[in-house]
C-alpha cells in the first residue's frame, strides 16, 4: 500500500471504529465488514463502503477467511487491518492476505507462526536473552507431564502451547491432581486451538503482568512505548489496565523495555505488538507471551505517550518508517482502561445480551470512551460482551483514578448489566490505589 488506499477493517465492534478513524485521519478509505446480527452497526455506518461476510455466529463471518478476502476483492481494498481477536494471530489468514495481493496491517506470518506456538515463543525468547519461567519442552502423555513436574517441583501450571489470552491454562498443585487436569487441560486445547499440545511451567506465587507496547518497521526501526500493567484480572481476563506500571523500578522499567525491542528484533518483527511478561515480588521479569497485533488496552499506551498507534500502523503497512525515534519519547502522566462489559457481576458475570436503551457517555479533561454501540443498539449474544472502554488520564496516578471516578458517577448504561458497579469499587479500592497488586488479588477480594 503506497500513499492513500482503501483498507478492509476485518472486525467488529469498538476496534472496527477506532480503526475506521484512523483511516480516515490518515486520508485512506475504509471497507466495513458485517455479520446478520451487525447490519446496523455503528462501523458499518461510518465506513465509506460495507461488505455484508454472512451469518451471525463468528465461524460464518468474521472468523471466515475466505470471506473476509471475498470481501476485500469485491469492495478494491488493497489492505486488511485484522483488530485483534478474530482473524489477527492467524498465520495462515495472514499469507492469504499476501497471497491475495494485499498488504496486511500487522506483522509478517513468519513472525505471528513463531510467536503463536506458546513453547516455540518461549524457546525464541531464551535465544534472544530473554528470561522465561522454568518450564517444560511439549507434552502429549501424562508420564512425560510427571516426570516434568517432578523437576520443576509443584505448583505448575499446565499450558497450551497454541493457547493465548489466558485460556487453556490449569494450575496444579500434585501428581494426583496433574493426572485429572492433563486429559481436561488438553481436551480444551484442541477444542480451542485445534491442538492438544501443552507444556509445564512453574508457578510463581502473586505475580504482577507487566507487558510492553512495541512498533516496528521494515527500516530497521523498533521501538517501545512503555509498559502496562494489566493484574487486575478475573479467570485470567483482564479488567482494569494502567501504564506505567506503578511501583516498578526504574532499573526493572529499562531492562523490561529493553528485553522487549530485543525479542522484536531477534524475530524481525513488524508492525505493532506487545510482549507480555510476569514479574515476581523480587521485581524479576520474565517472558510470558508475544501478542502479534493491536492489544484492547492501546490507548492507555497512546494517553502516556502521545503516539497514534493505529496511525503508526498504518504507516508502517505503506512502507514507510515510523514517525519517530525511540529518543523522541517522553513518558507523561498516568492513565487508566476500564472494560466496561455486558455482564452482572452480582450474578456471577453472567453475558447479559439485549438492547442498550439508554448511553450517556462521560467526557471532561483526560476523559476517553472507545465504543462501538449508540443508545438502541443491541448487545449480541454471538460476540464478546464489551461495551466500551473507557480511558482516564491524569498528570500523576492519583488524579488518573479521580478522572475515573467522576467519569464512572457520569457513565450511564440502561437495558443490560454492566461491570461499571465492580470498576466503582475498584477505582476507590485503598489497596489498588496504594500500589501495585498481583494477579489474582481481584478473585481473593471476589472471594
Same mark, same amino acid.
Given at each position: ?105 500487522? +506483522?509478517?506470518? #513468519? =513472525?505471528? !507462526? *513463531? ?5 516455540? &515463543?518461549? /524457546?525464541? %525468547?531464551?535465544? @534472544? ?41 490449569? +494450575?496444579?498443585? #500434585? =501428581?494426583? !491432581? *496433574? ?5 481436561? &487441560?488438553? /481436551?480444551? %486445547?484442541?477444542? @480451542? ?47 482494569? !489496565? ?206
Amino acid at each position: 500500500m503506497t500513499g492513500p488506499g482503501r483498507v478492509l477493517v476485518a472486525n467488529r465492534g469498538e476496534i472496527a471504529v477506532r480503526v475506521i478513524r484512523a483511516c480516515h485521519a490518515a486520508g485512506v478509505e475504509a471497507v466495513a465488514v458485517y455479520s446478520d446480527a451487525d447490519a446496523h452497526s455503528q462501523w458499518v455506518r461510518q465506513a465509506d463502503h460495507a461488505v455484508h461476510l454472512g451469518g451471525s455466529p463468528a465461524a460464518k463471518s468474521y472468523l471466515n477467511a475466505e470471506a473476509v478476502l471475498a470481501a476485500a476483492r469485491s469492495a478494491h481494498a488493497d489492505a486488511v487491518h485484522p483488530g485483534y481477536g478474530f482473524l489477527s494471530e492467524n498465520a495462515r489468514f495472514a499469507r492469504a492476505v499476501h497471497d491475495a495481493g494485499l498488504v496486511l496491517v500487522g +506483522p509478517p506470518a #513468519s =513472525a505471528i !507462526e *513463531l510467536m503463536g506456538d506458546k513453547a516455540t &515463543a518461549r /524457546a525464541t %525468547a531464551q535465544a @534472544a536473552g530473554v528470561p522465561v519461567v522454568p518450564g517444560s519442552a511439549p507434552i502429549t502423555d501424562l508420564a512425560a507431564a510427571q516426570a516434568a513436574a517432578d523437576e520443576l517441583g509443584y505448583p505448575v501450571l499446565v499450558k497450551a502451547a497454541a493457547g493465548g489470552g489466558g485460556r487453556g491454562i490449569r +494450575p496444579v498443585s #500434585s =501428581a494426583a !491432581e *496433574l493426572a485429572d487436569v492433563l486429559p481436561a &487441560a488438553q /481436551a480444551e %486445547a484442541r477444542s @480451542a486451538f485445534g491442538d492438544g499440545t501443552s507444556y509445564l511451567e512453574r508457578a510463581l506465587p502473586r505475580p504482577r503482568h507487566v507487558e510492553v507496547q512495541l512498533l516496528a518497521d521494515d527500516h530497521g526501526g523498533a521501538v517501545h512505548l512503555f509498559e502496562r500493567d494489566c493484574s487486575v484480572q478475573r479467570r485470567r481476563q483482564k479488567l482494569l !489496565e494502567e501504564a506505567p506500571a506503578p511501583g516498578l523500578h526504574e532499573e526493572t522499567r529499562r531492562r523490561l523495555c529493553e528485553a522487549a525491542v530485543r525479542l522484536a528484533r531477534h524475530v524481525g518483527y513488524r508492525n505493532a505488538g506487545t510482549v507480555e511478561f510476569l514479574v515476581d515480588e523480587d521485581q524479576n521479569f520474565y517472558f510470558m507471551e508475544m501478542n502479534t497485533r493491536i492489544q484492547v488496552e492501546h490507548p492507555i499506551s497512546e494517553a502516556i505517550s502521545g503516539v497514534d498507534l493505529v496511525a503508526e500502523q498504518l504507516r508502517i503497512a505503506a512502507g514507510k518508517p515510523l514517525s519517530f525515534a525511540q529518543e523522541d519519547l517522553v513518558r507523561t502522566g498516568a492513565a487508566l482502561e476500564l472494560r466496561i462489559n455486558a455482564e452482572d457481576p452480582a450474578r456471577g458475570f453472567a453475558p447479559c445480551p439485549g438492547e442498550v436503551t439508554a448511553f450517556d457517555l462521560p467526557g471532561g479533561p483526560g476523559v476517553r470512551v472507545d465504543t462501538g454501540l449508540v443508545r438502541g443498539d443491541r448487545i449480541s449474544p454471538f460476540y464478546d460482551s464489551m461495551i466500551a472502554k473507557l480511558i482516564c488520564w491524569g498528570a500523576d496516578r492519583e488524579q488518573a483514578f479521580s478522572r475515573a471516578e467522576q467519569a464512572l458517577r457520569e457513565f450511564r448504561i440502561e437495558g443490560v448489566a454492566s461491570t461499571i458497579p465492580l470498576h466503582v469499587q475498584l477505582v476507590g479500592s485503598d489497596k489498588l490505589r496504594s500500589g501495585p497488586v498481583h494477579t489474582t488479588w481481584l478473585e481473593e477480594q471476589l472471594d
